[in-house]
Every structure is written in C-alpha cells, then in structure tokens.
Nanobody
Framework: QVQLVESGGGLVQPGGSLRLSCAAS????????MRWYRQAPGKEREFVAG????????NYADSVKGRFTISRDNAKNTVYLQMNSLKPEDTAVYFC???????????WGQGTQVTVSS
C-alpha cells in the first residue's frame, strides 16, 4: 500500500529550526520527484520545495529561499525539509508529495503541524 508519513513537526520559536521527514513506502521512491507543500489556516495549499529523482536539482518558493533546504535519501526512501530561521508565517500543516512525470502518478501524506510562535 502506498504511504507517505511525515514527522518532525512541532512548536518552535521564531528564528528556530526544525527538520521534517517523510518516509515513503509502497512505490518506487527513486522514480518520483518529491515535493513539500504547506497549508496555513484559512489559506490554500502552497508549494514549498521540490527535488528531482536524483536529488541534484531543487527549487523553492520565494518565501522560503535561503531558509529551507530539501534533500532526499533514496536508500532510506525518505525526503527531508530542513527549516531554519523560522518565522510565524511559516506556521502551517506541511504535506509530503510524490510525483511521477513518466507515469503521471501522485501521492500525498497526511501532513505534520509546524507552529512558529514565541
């Protein structure tokens, strides 16, 4: 069964850091580009960061450039999001997404809550 399970969310003060993890199973992880999205209260789901299947190319939303880093470990079927210099506006539920360009498949995790507050 296809699963994406996020972890690592929590409460952090402004300026702090968190590292999110997304563990994948039930599909060929190395054949999927991976992305992080987030959804803040009262707002639409927003793209945060993406990484290609090899991990050699990455892209970010303008709002997180220079602060967040996406990475992946294909041996562990896991994608990460290192979040530094966190701001209150980063508060959201963060979702892991797997996307196959070739097959047109897409999978979603259940999300993990990140709250940035003093």
């Amino acid at each position: 069964q296809v699963q994406l399970v996020e972890s690592g969310g929590g409460l952090v003060q402004p300026g702090g850091s968190l590292r999110l993890s997304c563990a994948a199973s039930g599909f060929t992880f190395s054949m999927y580009a991976m992305r992080w999205y987030r959804q803040a209260p009262g707002k639409e789901r927003e793209f945060v960061a993406g990484i290609t299947i090899t991990g050699r190319s990455r892209n970010y939303a303008d709002s997180v450039k220079g602060r967040f880093t996406i990475s992946r470990d294909n041996a562990k079927n896991t994608v990460y999001l290192q979040m530094n210099s966190l701001k209150p506006e980063d508060t959201a539920v963060y979702f892991c997404n797997a996307y196959s360009v070739v097959g047109g498949y897409e999978h979603w995790g259940q999300g993990t809550q990140v709250t940035v507050s003093s």
